[in-house]
């Protein structure tokens, strides 16, 4: 169990830029993260990975997710926009587990090599 801390800028309205909030050499893996504004203002996000289906997903939060990844080299990324009408910035904390460890909310995974995912 790893657990990281980043920080990142919700637009204002509007989407932030992608951050990279976890390099993944091979997995599976489970990801839990929840993120909280600096300030009063809320803060919704979105995280974009490659899913324990192999597929290629965008997935909306609102202060936390947990998601499951494929076996596959990849960067996870998040981006954060903020319902007040001037940019926020989001503290982000990432707890990763291999799912061997950790039963994850989805079943199944890639079981043969571990593909290079580029995004």
């Given at each position: 169990?790893?657990?990281?801390?980043?920080?990142?800028?919700?637009?204002?309205?509007?989407?932030?830029?992608?951050?990279?909030?976890?390099?993944?050499?091979?997995?599976?893996?489970?990801y839990?993260?929840?993120?909280?504004a600096?300030?009063?203002?809320?803060?919704?996000?979105?995280?974009?990975?490659?899913?324990?289906?192999?597929?290629?997903?965008v997935?909306?939060?609102?202060?936390?997710?947990?998601?499951?990844?494929?076996?596959?080299?990849?960067?996870?990324?998040?981006?954060?926009?903020?319902?007040?009408?001037?940019?926020?910035?989001?503290r982000?904390?990432?707890?990763?587990?291999?799912?061997?460890?950790?039963?994850?909310?989805?079943?199944?995974?890639?079981?043969?090599?571990?593909?290079?995912?580029?995004?």
């Open positions: 169990m790893a657990t990281e801390v980043y920080f990142a800028l919700a637009g204002p309205q509007a989407f932030g830029d992608w951050k990279i909030i976890g390099s993944q050499i091979n997995g599976p893996m489970t839990r993260i929840s993120a909280s600096m300030g009063n203002a809320r803060v919704f996000g979105e995280v974009r990975y490659w899913n324990a289906d192999g597929q290629l997903v997935e909306p939060f609102y202060e936390y997710t947990e998601i499951a990844t494929d076996n596959s080299t990849q960067n996870i990324r998040a981006r954060f926009r903020s319902a007040a009408p001037a940019s926020t910035e989001v982000i904390v990432v707890t990763s587990f291999p799912r061997t460890e950790m039963p994850s909310r989805r079943a199944g995974s890639r079981s043969v090599g571990t593909p290079s995912r580029e995004q």
